[in-house]
Every structure is written in structure tokens, then in C-alpha cells.
């Protein structure tokens, strides 16, 4: 078998998996793999820091992202880890809302001011509003000085990227940087490198910009500097603690290179935009042909919004279990990161198959969010599955859509954020309709789960009467 997740392949992959369901080996050339499909398997090897590196897949990566906290390991990643966790403190959070709010509200704007009812590509409609929410909050840098070019130049090149990291992985030759680099695709990579690294590039030296004209005063203390508006200074307000405030800090102490924060911000403006926009898409499209369940989406917000005084707030996007758990339901059925791969730092038992040291495992986690011993009736969209109820007796590592143990995603409580902040005023303001039905779309895989295809929805607007 051959790992490679292209389009032409997901259902073989999917298949195999249910056939050899849940661990089998696979072999492609001169390396061996294993997969497992359970969640008893994940626990063994998520929760054990021993297992904590990324397979060598994952070095196919570092022309890009060098070794930043997705790809590196060891001592460096405790590091990176530990510098970087307070941007994603619930206190921090708060500050954050405000910018999700207003991206969401864009967008409906944006729809409104379309006019009638109007069909929209998920994919890069949503991949436009999560790359400004990530800059505005994350890098405390406003789009608005890229313009629309370089912005879907920057969006264009990540999925050109993912493509680009499939077609090596599943050539092991081209694994030789110095083989690669002579190819044509290996040219028109280091093309994309030049659009992906000028644009975070940019966003660094924007804020470096900033902190200079301020003379620091944000990088000693943020709790003083919250007193000031530099508006009149800047043309912008950037009052909040972004991540790249910390990685400016760490490096005036010492702790960091201006190469360790370019990579930093290359890894999170990846990962903090495209599978966040990925999470939207799906979960909109599942509402869209489930119109009963987006009828109750939409009469929780509108109880929410009119007892919040016809505003977004972070209190009112915190009362909204049920919109929470319908885009919990659609991470189970499609869950961005589909797999996880790493290197066993120890020999393991994994089920009744022993897995000696230095192999390379890879956890399926699309398989397992759909195992019939794990979920009844696992392909039906049904976001009760996570009233509390529900969940207390599941296996815990039964449905990890961000990863699970001391590596899982630093953010997400962060994109849960974002996802009710934009689908929320969408809801509020439009019925959505499907054009294209998830079960004709083919996923084409990269890094992520995507569509292989067009994912349209159309949106019509809803005619507000007073007191409605």
C-alpha cells in the first residue's frame, strides 16, 4: 500500500482501513508503517512523551516551517511549548473575541451587500475571513495593508503546498532534499517558499514596526499598556497580547532568533487559518441539508441575541451549547487533521501486536470518529451525541479532532472561538441551502481534509421584522 492520501485514493485508504480495522502494517519501499484505527491505541501513544517526535513525513515540511512547534521535538519543543501557551490562556481569549466577532459580522456584511440570495464556495470564502482573524488576533496585524492579491497569493500557495507535500511523501526518492531541488516541482517550490515566507515576512516586520514606534512599551508590560491608544500613531489599534508579542518578547531576552520567530509565525498562520476554515466549511455545509437542526442553531441565537441586547458577545457566544456541539459533531465526521503520525520512542503493545522502537505508527482518526464500536449509527450528523449525558461514558480518545495527551493543539479553544463567532451571525442573518451534497464531494488530501471539489451553499437572506 502506498501512503498517499490523493483524491483517487481516500476511498482505497478508507476501505483498507475498515478491512485490516484496527491496526495493520503497510509497507511503501524501504520503510515500514504502522496503522491503527482505535482509540485505545491513541491513548498509549498520545499520552506517553516518549512517543512525542513527528515522523520523518513531517521533514518533508521544514523547507517551509523549519522545525517550529508542529514539526520539531524534543528539549526544542518543551520550549517552544511553554513560551507559547499563555497567548492561548482563557484571560487572553477574551481579548481575542472582539476581533472574531468583527470578522464574523465582515462576512455577513459582506453577504448582505450582495444583495439577494447568493451561492458561495465555502472553501475560499471562509479560508479569507479565518487568514484576517488569525492576523488580527494571533500576529496583532491588520490586512489591510496586503493587499487582495497578496492575500489570495498567500491562500493559493498553502494548498498548492499541500499538494506539492503529498506528490514527495509518496515518492521516497524525492525524501533527498538534493534530488528534489533538481526536479520541476522542487522549482516550483521554492517559488511557493518565496510567496509564503515574504507574506509572514511582512506581518513580522509590521509588528516589530509598531513596537518600535511605541518604544517597547507593550513588550514590558501589558497590563499598563492597556491604558494607552496609539490609534493616532499606528492608524491601527493593537491593544491586545498577540502570540508574535511573546515571540518579540522571548527574543529580546535571549530566548529566540528572529529565524525561530519567522518559523513560529509560518506554522500558525498555516494551521490557525486553513483548518479552522476547513472545521467552517463543513460544519455550515452540514447545516445546510439538515434544516431541522439549523432551524434550533438558529432559534438558540436569536434567544441569545435578544436577551444580550442584539449583540455578540463572549458571553453570548459561551451560550451556545448547541451550536457548540453541532460543530463538534461535524469535527467528528470531518475531522481537519484525519491523521497523526509519529515515531515510537519505546517498544509498545499496541491491541495484541507488539511495535518495537523507532517504527513509525500513524493514528487514523477519521476511521476511529466513525467506528460503529465507538459511535451508533456513526454516519448520521446528530449533535446531541455530545450532550453531557452522552459523552461521560465514551472513551476518552474516542473523538480527538485536535489531537490528544501533551501534544495536542495549543489553540483550540481558540478556533472553537472563532468557528461559533463567524457561523453565529450567519445563521442569525441567513437561511443557508445546499447546492453541492457532502456525500457527491470527493476529499482531496494535503495536510488536511478538503474538498476536492466546489462546496456550495446558498445563502438567503432573512427578512427581519420588528421586535423579531
Known amino acids: 500500500m502506498i501512503i498517499c492520501f490523493s483524491e483517487e485514493q481516500w476511498n482505497y485508504f478508507v476501505n483498507y482501513s475498515k478491512e485490516y480495522y484496527p491496526t495493520f502494517k503497510v509497507r511503501q519501499f524501504y520503510y515500514n508503517a504502522v496503522v491503527s484505527c482505535h482509540p485505545d491505541d491513541f491513548e498509549i501513544i498520545l499520552n506517553n512523551t516518549k512517543h512525542i517526535d513527528k515522523s520523518f513525513f513531517y521533514k518533508v515540511l521544514e523547507p517551509w516551517l523549519q522545525t517550529g512547534l508542529l514539526t520539531s521535538g524534543g528539549a ?6 511553554k513560551i507559547l501557551t499563555p497567548t492561548f490562556h482563557f484571560n487572553i481569549l477574551q481579548q481575542f473575541v472582539e476581533n472574531l466577532i468583527e470578522e464574523g459580522e465582515n462576512m455577513t456584511k459582506s453577504l448582505q451587500n450582495e444583495g439577494e440570495s447568493v451561492v ?8 479569507e475571513y479565518t487568514l484576517n482573524a488569525i492576523c488580527e488576533t494571533a500576529m496583532g496585524v491588520s490586512l489591510q495593508s496586503f493587499d487582495i492579491f497578496q492575500q489570495r497569493q ?21 525524501y533527498y532534499d538534493w534530488i528534489f531541488s533538481f526536479t520541476p ?3 516550483e517550490q521554492r517559488k511557493i517558499l518565496k510567496i509564503l515566507h515574504g507574506f509572514t515576512k511582512q506581518v513580522i516586520a509590521e509588528r516589530k514596526l509598531y513596537h518600535e514606534q511605541t518604544n517597547d512599551r507593550y513588550l514590558r508590560g501589558t497590563d499598563t499598556f492597556a491604558k494607552y491608544d496609539d490609534t493616532e500613531l499606528t492608524g491601527i489599534r493593537r491593544k491586545r497580547l498577540a502570540m508574535l508579542d511573546l515571540l518579540i518578547a522571548a527574543s529580546r531576552e535571549g530566548l529566540m532568533t528572529d529565524l525561530d520567530i519567522a518559523e513560529e509565525v509560518d506554522t500558525f498562520m498555516f494551521e490557525g487559518h486553513d483548518t479552522t476554515a476547513m472545521g467552517l466549511c463543513f460544519t455550515l455545509a452540514l447545516l445546510a441539508e439538515h434544516k431541522d437542526i439549523q432551524d434550533r442553531v438558529r432559534n438558540e441565537i436569536d434567544a441569545a441575541v435578544q436577551k444580550n441586547g442584539e449583540k455578540f458577545s463572549m458571553k453570548l457566544l459561551q451560550d451556545l451549547p448547541y451550536l457548540e456541539r453541532c460543530i463538534k459533531e461535524a469535527l467528528r465526521l470531518y475531522p481537519s487533521v484525519f491523521v497523526i503520525s509519529r515515531i515510537l520512542g519505546d517498544n509498545v503493545k499496541l491491541q495484541s501486536y507488539f511495535v518495537p522502537a523507532g517504527t513509525m505508527i500513524i493514528l487514523n482518526i477519521y476511521l476511529a470518529h466513525r467506528s460503529s464500536d465507538f459511535w451508533p449509527n456513526p454516519e448520521v450528523f446528530d449533535p446531541d451525541r455530545f450532550l453531557p449525558d452522552r459523552i461521560r461514558n465514551r472513551h476518552p480518545y474516542s473523538y480527538i479532532p485536535f489531537s490528544a495527551g501533551p501534544r495536542n493543539c495549543i489553540g483550540q479553544r481558540f478556533a472553537m472561538l472563532e468557528m461559533k463567532a463567524i457561523i453565529a451571525p450567519v445563521i442569525h442573518n441567513f437561511y ?3 447546492i453541492d451534497y457532502l456525500k457527491n464531494i ?8 478538503r474538498p476536492a471539489n466546489s462546496l456550495r451553499v446558498k445563502f438567503v437572506p432573512i427578512r427581519k421584522t420588528n421586535g423579531s
Not at 526544542?76 to 511549548?81: A, E, G, I, T
Not at 498567500?154 to 524525492?174: T, V
Not at 470527493?442 to 481534509?449: A, G, H, P, S
Open 76 to 81: 526544542k519543543w518543551h520550549l517552544r511549548r
Open 120 to 127: 458561495k464556495d465555502l472553501v475560499p470564502f471562509f479560508s
Open 154 to 174: 498567500y491562500r493559493e500557495a498553502i494548498h498548492r503546498m499541500g499538494e506539492l507535500f503529498i506528490y514527495r511523501i509518496s515518492r521516497p526518492w524525492l
Open 185 to 187: 516541482t522542487g522549482r
Open 432 to 434: 443557508v441551502e445546499p
Open 442 to 449: 470527493e476529499m482531496n488530501l494535503d495536510f488536511i481534509l
